[in-house]
């Protein structure tokens, strides 16, 4: 990868990603866009008609920003797992990075600026068809954006790390089923978190994407969420930044053995 214009190295990266994404992101459209405001109608009108409000508000809205920070999730995992292994491991894109000025910083911070693009893009979308089914609350709605591009960067980061650290694609397995699923399912997006017994509840309180819903949730709604909104950034923060130097360590291992 040649950086034949007077482009940062991390925007180079950035730029490839982009590139690559522009030639499949159709491919995308249903997981990235579609798929979520089908679940969020029929999860949130479907079964919310049987469940009737939650914490004072209609299931519809209390949902919605579960299922947004639940997307930002899924996608900083979905593209941190395959897609990092196979440019180690099959097309050796980083190998060919590495034959540049472009270091392991940038591959990293290109990686994450990517994810954040293609996550602020589908959480711009939902917001608009949301507010046709009335469920936003609050003028702080846009606030979600922010939140969902920082859940995006405390996620991916560290899985872009795991990634970088094995060599066959079956441990994704376990990462899906063991903390994704898990995470997915019992960290506020469908029911409080109040309602499950100590030991889950406090590994709801580990996991990002709680803090995410929460911060979402208080902005969608108006209202003060679980902790401090200061105590959630900076859980969220703290996970990037670890995430981002576990990362730079395990691609500059993997690159120079």
Known sequence: MALTRSVH?????LERHLTLYRRVWQASVFSSFVMPVLFLLSIGIGVGGYVGSVQGVDYLSWIVPGVLASTAFQIAVGESTYSVLADFKWVRAYHAMRATPVDMADMVRGHLLYLVFRVTATVVVFLVVVVFFGGLHSPWAPVTVLVCALVTMAVAAPVAAFSASIDHDSYFSLLFRLI????????????????LVVG???LAYASPLWHAVELCRAATLGRAPAWPVWAHAAYLLVWAVAGFVLAVRAFRGRLED
């Open 180 to 195: 994704v699923l898990p995470a997915a399912l019992f960290s506020g997006v469908f029911f409080p978190v109040g309602q």
């Open 200 to 202: 889950l509840r406090l």
């Open 9 to 13: 190295p991390t925007f180079a990266v």
